[in-house]
């Protein structure tokens, strides 16, 4: 399995609270994401970085940010959770060096609850 | 933009039925196309993938092969075991270099019983 964690894997708070949701990796992958899985609408990306200190948006990028300041770490920010934002959040890295097809692994996934 | 469907589910099926998903696409050039499994409190794991028109990706009794012509990617077990009761997620992935995004289907949840 490749080497993703979590943190934490299960959070609950309250509206207007910020968030933070880490994603750690052992396996230097050039690329990280951030997704969100809800039940009709299968996964979708929030943001993506393909190295240090770059990052870009998803589909769903509105009421998050993200910073990566290292390559084995991968930080998703709720600046002020809202109820909408109640989701399983899953963290996926990839490198094209390790496979053409851009294959990604996942994380075992964050449940979030916002109050 | 790209695109994927799958079909609607649930699905339930008994021990040892033939099991079809069916995943089409849209997409520009010609991307790469996978099935990720998720099995119940876990991630999703890669289950098969295929990188070019007729390639056929095959792991654990799963196959799907890349059909081009139909734009699909279509899942198929002979023989399902209770244990493959989960949820099947089709994607994609374009071929524009640095960009490595996949882009999912909504999932089906398969249930399979004794």
């Known amino acids: 399995d490749a080497g993703i964690t979590q943190s934490p894997r299960h959070k609950v708070t309250e509206t207007g609270t910020p968030v933070t949701l880490r994603c750690h990796q052992t396996?230097?992958?050039?690329?990280m994401y951030w997704y969100r899985q809800d039940p009709g609408h299968g996964l979708r990306l929030i943001h993506y970085?393909?190295?240090?200190?770059?990052?870009d948006k998803g589909e769903v990028s509105d009421g998050y940010s993200v910073s990566r300041s290292k390559t084995e770490d991968f930080l998703l920010t709720l600046e002020s959770a809202t109820s909408s934002q109640t989701s399983v959040y899953f963290c996926?890295?990839?490198?094209?060096?390790?496979?053409?097809?851009?294959?990604?692994?996942f994380g075992p996934g964050t449940r979030l609850t916002v109050l | 933009g790209d695109s994927v469907t799958q079909m609607e589910g649930p699905v339930t099926l008994s021990e040892e039925a033939f099991l079809t998903i069916n995943c089409t696409y849209t997409?520009?050039?010609?991307?790469?196309l996978f099935w990720y499994v998720q099995y119940p409190g876990e991630g999703l794991q890669l289950l098969l993938k295929?990188?070019?028109?007729?390639d056929k990706g095959s792991n654990k009794g799963f196959e799907a092969t890349y059909r081009k012509e139909t734009t699909s990617f279509h899942l198929e077990k002979g023989s399902v075991q209770v244990s493959d009761s989960a949820v099947y997620f089709c994607?994609?992935?374009?071929?524009?270099?640095?960009?490595?995004?996949?882009?999912f289907g909504k999932g089906i949840t398969l249930s399979v019983r004794p």
């Open positions: 994607a994609l992935s374009g071929v524009t270099g640095a960009n490595s995004k996949l882009t």
């Open positions: 396996e230097n992958h050039r690329y």
């Open positions: 970085s393909y190295g240090v200190k770059d990052t």
């Open positions: 295929a990188t070019k028109a007729d």
């Open positions: 997409a520009t050039g010609y991307p790469s």
């Open positions: 996926a890295i990839s490198d094209p060096s390790y496979a053409a097809s851009n294959e990604q692994f």
